[in-house]
């Protein structure tokens, strides 16, 4: 007879115990264990001495190379993201704060897909098939040829999928297995449905597309396993005060993933930006202390962005430090960078930092950008207009070279800038030159006090 069991999950990790604490022995985190009730059959005595069946065995190299075909929407910035499209057979996942269009961008993406004759279906388990029907009238979409069901029951869901091309779950949080003694939305019943609905859509070489929630650090909610099953994970994020939203990719298994795709926000759904840099530089205020253009690589995608800066005489005993769209551990480390090694007092200063556009930037290469934009706003001079700025500054207060500088150079000389600051190359001149990929004139230097020398003919701010 089954009998009920009792055990304990971490949500972070995934790891078991047989009684609840506050902090995951695994991964240290706190407040993540949650009860998982499941059923479990009564072992007879002696099954365990039975042996299995040999499973088949194959060399590594004896197979013939696969070419997907993949199911491609005509979304570029969406196909972007993905690889290339969706590979059948394919699970994805994809969260995103709340209101932030995760729907509207799904909603789009299948109804491209299914006038592309792919016979798609549009599950929801938060809303009715009428809502979903107003965002689509909305949105231009009602004539298209999705197939919509407003259902929570993964078994009654599979039963009625077969011969689907693609399948959307909105979300994966609200399904549930009726054999399961749990709640929607606890690890057991996310973990096992997203397991039963990806062993069903691989089977029949079906793409899956899964909505996830995120908690309130903006990580997927539910068990960390969930991302572990999934071929691809993309984040939907954005400020919502801004009309500008990035798909990001986090993980990949068939395609790059670090590619990001940039969507507008507009009253008929979501637009594509095609060209983000102009996009982002277009309310550039070029005479403003604190301003500087950080040629930034968003996977095979160069993008220019505004850095905004503002130091401010600080009454109070710990200085403010206020920074969105940038790591704030990393300002830390540039501002005593330029105390110590430049000799600049601004570590008693109030600091406000600020990637123009509401786009975050990860990448190591946009230091040399942020110091720049500091050492504007301290001594209160605006920096060249036509210059663009990257680099990494290590500890020492060396300027650090970084990848794929020609296709950040490339960028900048389309957008019409005349000069970039960036790493000197150890095997070339330190002499400025033209670059061979365009009509851009190039700055080399090795130490922060040469970018802190470079503009140091301007007048420093009286304190």
Request: charged share 20%; aromatic share 4%.
């Amino acid at each position: 007879m089954a009998k009920p069991k009792k055990n304990y999950v971490c949500n972070q990790c995934g790891s078991v115990t047989q009684k609840w604490a506050g902090k995951c022995e695994s991964c240290d985190e706190w407040n993540c264990i949650e009860e998982d009730v499941t059923t479990s059959q009564a072992v007879p005595k002696g099954l365990s001495a039975a042996k299995g069946n040999k499973i088949a065995l194959a060399p590594l190299g004896d197979f013939e190379p696969t070419n997907y075909k993949r199911a491609i929407s005509g979304i570029s910035e969406f196909d972007r993201t993905c690889g290339g499209g969706l590979v059948p057979g394919s699970a994805t996942l994809i969260g995103g704060e709340p209101g932030i269009g995760k729907s509207t961008l799904l909603l789009q993406t299948v109804c491209a897909l299914a006038k592309r004759n792919l016979r798609c279906i549009y599950v929801s388990g938060e809303e009715a098939m009428d809502q979903v029907r107003m965002r689509a009238a909305r949105l231009g979409l009602a004539d298209s040829p999705v197939e919509l069901a407003s259902a929570t029951n993964v078994r009654d869901i599979l039963a009625s999928v077969d011969g689907a091309d693609i399948l959307i779950i909105d979300s994966i949080q609200t399904m549930y297995i009726d054999n399961i003694d749990s709640a929607p939305g606890t690890v057991t019943q996310v973990r096992t449905s997203a397991q039963e609905i990806i062993r069903h859509a691989k089977s029949r070489n079906m793409a899956v597309i899964f909505v996830g929630h995120v908690t309130k650090d903006g990580q997927i909610a539910g068990p960390r396993v969930l991302e572990h099953m999934v071929d691809t994970v993309l984040h939907f994020e954005g400020d919502r005060s801004h009309q500008f939203r990035i798909l990001r990719s986090i993980k990949n298994r068939f395609g790059a993933t670090d590619e990001i795709g940039v969507f507008e926000m507009a009253g008929e759904g979501l637009r594509e930006v095609l060209n983000p840099s102009e996009i982002f530089l277009s309310q550039r205020n070029m005479n403003v202390a604190g301003s500087a253009v950080l040629a930034a690589l968003e996977g095979t995608r160069p993008m220019l962005v505004e850095v905004q800066a503002l130091v401010a005489p600080s009454t109070l005993a710990a200085p403010r430090r206020s920074v969105l769209g940038y790591d704030n551990n990393r300002l830390a480390m540039i501002v005593a960078v330029l105390e110590t090694r430049a000799g600049l007092q601004i570590s008693g200063c109030d600091i406000f930092l600020n990637i123009a556009g509401g786009i975050r930037i990860n990448e190591p290469a946009a230091d040399l950008a942020v110091a720049a934009a500091l050492i504007s706003a301290l001594r209160g001079s605006p920096l060249p207009p036509e210059n663009v700025f990257f680099g990494e500054i290590g500890l020492a207060g060396e300027v650090r070279q970084i990848a794929q500088s020609d296709i950040r150079l490339k960028e900048a000389a389309k957008l019409g800038f005349r000069e970039a600051i960036i790493p000197k190359n150890k095997n070339t001149s330190a002499k400025p030159k033209k670059a061979a990929n365009g009509d851009i004139r190039i700055s080399e230097i090795d130490t922060i006090t040469m970018l802190a020398d470079l503009f140091a003919s301007t007048q420093v701010r009286a304190a």
